[in-house]
């Protein structure tokens, strides 16, 4: 069974810094696109970003680019994100995501999320 | 503001086919088919129920379906049960980006 596990989240104050990660396990992770996701508060879903499998191509929303970093480690089964000057509309469960291809598409399987709160 | 557009809400009796919209443009939902959409249940993960407009993945209800017209994608529940009762979003995905509607809040009267 696919398994995601995400781990990281926390409380950090604006400006600073937080490195997410997600455990993968259950599909071949190297040919899989790897997507990270966030729900604000009460809010709907928002893409933040994808690493494609492949040449991990990377991909950011407009609200993120230049802020946050996406990578993936094949040998660890991993696909980290890195959000460096974080702000408080930054705060949000933040899910990983597989998806069935090398490159974006539609997600088929979700973590559990790993909350992110933003706050003085 | 959400690039694709769902109703908040919607509502429906036990039995009963209900029918959840997504309006998009040209540009997207009316350009291509890659139209999904997720199911959400309070405090849990999003779940896959159809991709590419029309397909299920396997071990979904065939009582879930979905179908586009022009610019608007529609996901159709039938034989409404308790355990529909859940947050349903539509997402269109491109080679660079994914979007979602706002999400629309199923009840089941």
């Known amino acids: 069974d696919v398994q995601l596990v995400e781990s990281g989240g926390g409380v950090v104050q604006p400006g600073g810094s937080l490195r997410l990660s997600c455990s993968a396990s259950?599909?071949?992770?190297?040919?899989?696109?790897m997507t990270w996701f966030r729900q604000a508060p009460g809010k709907g879903l928002e893409w933040v970003s994808t690493?494609?499998?492949?040449?991990?191509?990377?991909y950011y929303s407009d609200s993120v680019r230049g802020r946050f970093i996406i990578s993936r480690d094949n040998s660890k089964n991993t696909v980290s994100l890195q959000m460096d000057r974080l702000r408080a509309d930054d705060t949000a469960v933040y899910y990983c995501?597989?998806?069935?291809?090398?490159?974006?598409?539609?997600?088929?399987?979700w973590g559990q999320g790993t909350q992110v709160t933003v706050s003085p | 503001q959400s690039a694709l557009t769902q109703p908040a809400s919607v509502s429906g009796s036990p039995g009963q086919s209900i029918t959840v919209s997504c309006s998009g443009t040209?540009?997207?939902?009316?350009?291509?088919?890659?139209v999904s959409w997720y199911q959400q249940h309070p405090g849990k993960a999003p779940k896959l129920l159809i991709y590419?407009?029309?397909h299920r993945p396997s071990g979904v209800s065939d009582r879930y379906s979905g179908s586009k017209s022009g610019n608007t994608a529609s996901l159709t529940i039938s034989g409404l049960q308790a355990e529909d009762e859940a947050d349903y979003f539509c997402?269109?995905?491109?080679?660079?980006?994914?979007?979602f509607g706002g999400g629309t809040r199923l009840t089941v009267l």
């Open positions: 590419d407009v029309t």
């Open positions: 995501a597989k998806g069935p291809f090398l490159w974006l598409a539609y997600c088929d399987s």
């Open positions: 259950g599909f071949t992770f190297r040919i899989s696109a």
């Open positions: 997402s269109f995905y491109t080679k660079t980006k994914t979007i």
């Open positions: 690493i494609t499998g492949g040449y991990s191509a990377t």
């Open positions: 040209s540009s997207d939902i009316g350009n291509d088919n890659f």
